[in-house]
């Protein structure tokens, strides 16, 4: 079975400033995808970022991007220029290329992120 | 497009009672989920649908039934509440079982069994 681990219960981070949150999982499979979600305190899951594990271009979005590192099976979200929006609880989240549980996600505990002004 | 939507979003429960969590997505999905997420965890996954009239156990199906009558309609039921069940409830649907199509979610519903 899958496990996606976060071994960072909380960060923080300076406004402006970068920061990146840790994510790793444990499979047998060599094609699936990478999530990462968002919880602001409003418990709306917000999707950041997506990676298909058979590309090797590290995924960007804006502000966020991942470095995905297949061998490893390490992948971590890095925000830069943080801004006090970003303060929310992130999840990892894997789902299995053949379809496992049919499409569900498997999370990781999450990160709390806290932004100071 | 209201996306997914649940209700309620808040409530209370005294140990034995019984009650149904509702949720309606209205993108013609046929996939859809109820995970619970329990403090300082990630989502965990009780029941799946993969289209009307089909679906199937999760990893914490225990002490909840699901039915799936519509596309639109993915109903969670708790029967004789228990304390351990108290939780916040999301109810997810996306568009196909593979890839990395995006995985939409409700907004939650957040339950106390006292």
């Known amino acids: 079975a899958q496990t996606v681990t976060q071994s960072q219960p909380e960060m923080s981070v300076q406004e402006a400033e970068t920061v990146t949150l840790s994510c790793t999982y444990d499979?047998?499979?060599?094609?699936?995808?990478l999530f990462w979600y968002k919880q602001p305190p409003s418990r709306q899951m917000i999707l950041v970022i997506r990676q298909e594990a058979y590309k090797q271009q590290n995924a960007t979005e804006n502000r966020f991007s991942v470095n995905f590192q297949k061998a490893a099976k390490s992948f971590s979200l890095k925000i830069s220029d943080s801004q006090l929006g970003d303060a929310a609880m992130y999840f990892c989240a894997y789902r299995s290329y053949y379809g496992g549980s049919q499409g569900n996600l498997i999370f990781g505990k999450g990160t709390k992120l806290s932004v100071k002004p | 497009n209201a996306g997914v939507t649940q209700t309620p979003k808040f409530r209370i429960l005294k140990i034995g009672q019984s009650m149904t969590l509702q949720c309606t997505q209205d993108m013609n999905h046929n996939y859809m989920y109820w995970y619970r997420q329990d403090p300082g965890m990630g989502l965990k996954l009780i029941y799946y649908s993969v289209g009307a009239g089909i679906t199937d156990k999760g990893e914490v199906p225990n002490g909840y039934n699901v039915s799936r009558s519509t596309t639109e309609d993915f109903p969670l039921r708790l029967e004789l509440a228990a304390p351990s069940q108290t939780s916040v409830y999301f109810c997810?649907?996306?568009?196909?079982?593979?890839?990395?199509?995006?995985?939409?979610f409700g907004p939650g519903t957040r339950l106390t069994v006292l």
């Open positions: 499979t047998s499979e060599s094609d699936y995808y």
């Open positions: 997810a649907s996306n568009p196909w079982d593979r890839g990395n199509n995006e995985q939409f």
